[in-house]
């Protein structure tokens, strides 16, 4: 595909350290990228599906890390227009050289599938929940970030009770990122289940910032 940002030299470096010096970047940032990104979102509106697909593989697959950051943007774009066997397909791009920013990028692609197919949400929880990439079942316990009113409490319960002793710093970040969201909408809820389960420092630190 032909599709290349173009970034500033002096970004380079500070970009890559502040991703812990692991990967290569173009130098562009996020309002810079989704400019430059615009017009393949746009395309991405006519093209068929399985067209755009290849484009969001493409883009996974290239060094610099802000293409993979324009890959779940771009799948992002189409997410309502997907079939669960295409969306399911995307699975594996979230472990290419996974970090926080790109697994949580790729959660808010999932997220907003669940939002507008709702009787998919177990489903698409059956994807992460219980594999062995810590990075899967970040996404199982994130995946409701948005879903307030709408959360599946017992979705939520199992990600994280499977997680609880998990020494993983983003595991223990992610479970008390998902129940400080869920205490927006629930404080008494989240309350209860502090009381009621063992959780680490960390967690409990994070779920208890608004409450």
Do not use: C
Request: hydrophobic residues 45%.
């Amino acid at each position: 595909m032909q599709f290349e940002l173009h970034g500033e030299p002096g970004k380079v470096i500070p970009m890559a350290q502040y991703m812990k010096g692991q990967f290569p970047f173009v130098g562009v940032q996020t309002v810079a990228r989704r400019q430059q990104s615009k017009p393949l979102l746009l395309a991405a509106r006519t093209a068929p599906v399985s067209e755009v697909l290849d484009w969001v593989r493409a883009l996974s697959a290239r060094t610099e890390r802000e293409y993979q950051y324009v890959a779940y943007d771009l799948a992002s774009s189409v997410v309502r227009r997907l079939s669960w066997p295409e969306l399911r397909s995307l699975v594996p791009l979230i472990t290419v050289r996974p970090w926080w920013d790109t697994v949580d990028g790729w959660r808010a692609v999932y997220g907003e599938y669940i939002r507008a197919h709702p009787l998919r949400k177990r489903d698409v929880f059956a994807q992460f929940a219980g594999q062995p990439d810590f990075w899967l079942r970040r996404v199982a316990i994130t995946l409701q970030l948005m879903e307030k009113g709408n959360t599946d409490r017992h979705l939520l319960t199992t990600a994280i009770v499977a997680d609880a002793e998990t020494d993983e710093f983003f595991i223990q970040k992610a479970i008390g990122w998902a129940l400080r969201q869920y205490s927006k909408t629930d404080p008494a809820w989240v309350r209860a289940f502090l009381a009621t389960h063992a959780l680490s420092r960390l967690a409990v630190r994070e779920a208890s910032k608004f409450l």
